[in-house]
């Protein structure tokens, strides 16, 4: 019961609806996110960086759901930039296959994205994979430590997942694919804020999860080693339109400065601080880049 | 998708039952308690406005995740508009009619039973069918706390930019209240109810 699902729910109404109306403020650069803590606060991270720069800042269309979402919205100039993930990038925008080596997606995704008029800054060492989570104990009972082991007794077994991943390609049908089996007995979608709390309350026996989720860590939760190596890189990098990362240079050289220190334990540890401590992500950005004198 | 038609109309099958059962007699209350009515129906209408989706995490530390907070907040949005017009439609009854009952000998039990009721029931009927078309049309945000449902295919196809899906769950949804309706107008039509 730790996790914050009075946020999650409670900004739900804005996420399931497509922003209609494009942002008023003229000259102030405006920020997007998805609809989960890391994008809260890797998006927090970016705002407040280009302020710190005397950039102005609209924050208004934050919790934009998933990554169709919140790449419409910037395709469309709803919004001007916003944290995506380069193997989300490469597989659920792009519709490529997945590919091995990090580098290789971001370049992919870099030439693609920029005949669409997007610009992709250079990634985030973080990786926030895709993966599988359960509980100590039914890890212990089915002896799944791994996504091969796991794959034959899914059917014993309930997934809690979010509406996309069933249907995603690095998603569920991937994973039936890759690995085989996966024929889970049963799988429900939950608000992405709850889905943990249908494992712990024990409504599900395996959960869907990002591996930089604090989530994990606050419930001592294990990750199911993904041992074949489906998943890609999912490294974090600011997506801009170009025509805002031309009028304002600024926006590139100050997040080229903050991606290189938003590794795996500095996202762990502000997941952590957000869903465990109950900390606001703006407090927990804000702490994160003075501790970087940024 | 089968399933999910059958999840909707169990979720709001089953808090269109509970919501009757609770809120027909608050009705019947209102309707003849003079003090009470004020508090009852008052209550009944702000209960109206509150956002199910805030009910819905409302009460999620209590019950969890799954079925049960479904149903709570579904219960609670069906409930207003079945208490407010029972007690509109017992109010409504013509006082000669009670007068001509009493005058014939009539226990109040029996002038409840034989006269009022009857009278009310269109009223009572129109309230059943507002609050199931609410009921299935707010069965989407289930979803939300996985306990299934139409919503799952609206909120799937809006996150994976499936248009198939999104409308295959909406039109889904839009066509169960339309049935909802016309099924709702045809008994009414069938007890006498002015539509």
């Known amino acids: 019961m730790t996790l914050s699902r009075a946020r999650a729910l409670g900004l739900i109404g804005a996420a399931a609806l497509l922003p209609s109306c494009s942002g008023a403020a003229g000259d102030a650069v405006r920020i997007g996110s998805k609809n989960f803590t890391e994008e809260f606060v890797i998006a927090e991270i970016y705002a407040q960086a280009l302020e710190a720069k005397g950039l102005k800042v609209d924050r208004s269309k934050f919790n934009l759901g998933s990554a169709q979402i919140a790449m419409a919205a910037l395709e469309h ?13 490469l597989i659920e925008v792009l519709h490529r296959a997945p590919l091995r080596d990090p580098k290789a997606i971001f370049e992919t995704v870099r030439a693609a994205l920029s005949k669409r008029g997007l610009v992709v800054l250079a990634p985030s060492p973080m990786n926030d994979s895709q993966a599988l989570a359960t509980t100590q104990a039914i890890a212990k009972k089915y002896g799944i430590a791994t996504l091969s ?34 024929r889970f007995a049963d799988v429900k979608s939950y608000d992405i804020g709850l889905k943990y709390d249908a494992l712990l ?12 989720d604090g989530a994990i860590a606050a419930n001592d939760l294990v990750v199911i080693a993904d041992d074949r190596h489906f998943w890609p890189a999912y490294n974090v990098a600011p997506v801009v339109r170009a025509a805002v990362a031309a009028k304002y240079p600024q926006i590139a050289t100050v997040l080229k400065s903050v991606s290189p220190l938003i590794t795996d334990v500095a996202a762990q540890k502000m997941n952590y601080a957000v869903e465990h401590d109950k900390a606001d992500p703006a407090d927990v950005a804000r702490t994160f880049l003075k501790a970087h004198a940024l | ?49 509150l956002p199910s989706l805030a009910v819905l995490t409302f009460v999620l530390p209590f019950l969890g995740v799954g079925f049960w907070p479904a149903i709570v907040a579904l219960t609670l949005l069906a ?15 013509d006082p000669a009619a009670l007068d001509a009952a009493r005058g014939m000998g009539m226990t109040r039990r029996q002038t409840f ?15 059943l069918r507002t609050a199931a078309i609410e009921v299935v049309a707010s069965a989407t945000l ?54």
Do not use: C
Not at chain 1, 158 to 178: C, H, M, W, Y
Not at chain 2, 113 to 127: E, F, H, I
């Open chain 2, 142 to 195: 289930a979803t939300f706390v996985g306990a299934g449902g139409l919503g799952v295919e609206i909120v799937r196809g809006l996150q994976t930019g499936d248009d198939r899906v999104l409308y295959q769950g909406a039109i889904a949804v839009a066509l169960l209240a339309l049935a909802v309706e016309l099924l709702g107008g045809a008994l009414a039509k069938r007890i006498g109810a002015s539509t």
């Open chain 2, 113 to 127: 039973g034989r006269v009022a009721w009857p009278l009310a029931l269109p009223s009572v009927a129109t309230g």
């Open chain 2, 79 to 93: 409930i207003p508009p079945i208490v407010i017009n029972t007690d509109l439609g017992l109010r409504g009854v």
């Open chain 1, 77 to 89: 100039g709803d919004i001007d930039l916003y944290p995506e993930y380069t193997g989300t990038m």
């Open chain 2, 1 to 49: 998708m089968l399933q999910d038609v059958r999840t909707h109309l169990e979720l709001a099958g089953a808090a269109l039952l509970a919501g009757a059962l609770i809120a027909i007699p608050l009705g019947v209350l209102a309707g003849y308690a003079g003090a009470a009515r004020g508090a009852i129906v008052g209550i009944a209408a702000v209960g109206r406005t």
């Open chain 1, 201 to 212: 309350q024990g409504s599900a026996d395996v959960a869907t999860a990002f591996t930089t």
């Open chain 1, 149 to 182: 082991k796991l794959a034959p007794v899914a059917s014993q077994l309930r997934l809690a997942t979010i509406p996309e991943f069933v249907s995603r390609a690095d998603g569920l049908p991937g994973l039936q694919k890759f690995y085989g089996g996966f």
